[in-house]
């Protein structure tokens, strides 16, 4: 069951939160900083061990990558990376689309 709620996503206990991340996967500002610090130095381990498709870059943009949630009170955090908008010329909704069903991929293959 997908619900949708307005609250802290670091707070949580939930299977799978889903985080807007960068394709470093090694944490940012905003939610992704919130996610990485509340879930603490093991979720950036973890990221850390996912494998570089292209030096620096983790999960390229409209791809996803699932690890655990490590302190979080949900179990599991799916990592997504959206497009930069350019005026929506560059195929930017294609990769956006893409996020949404690759994060829907990994939780149906995970059986979340």
Do not use: K
């Not at 093991?42 to 996803?64: F, I, K, N, Q």
Request: aromatic share 4%; net charge neutral.
């Amino acid at each position: 069951m997908i619900r949708v709620l307005q609250a802290d996503i670091t707070d949580l206990r939930v299977d799978a939160i889903v985080n807007a991340a960068n394709e470093s996967l090694l944490g940012g500002g905003g939610v992704d900083g919130a996610i990485h610090r509340r879930a603490g130095p093991d979720l950036l381990a973890a990221c850390r061990r996912l494998p570089e498709v292209h030096p620096g870059v983790r999960c390229p943009t409209g791809e996803a990558r699932i690890t655990g949630g490590f302190s979080l009170p949900a179990r599991f955090v799916i990592h997504t990376v959206g497009p930069v908008w350019h005026s929506g010329v560059s195929g930017e909704a294609e990769l956006l689309a893409a996020c949404y069903r690759n994060v829907l991929d990994i939780a149906h293959a995970q059986s979340l």
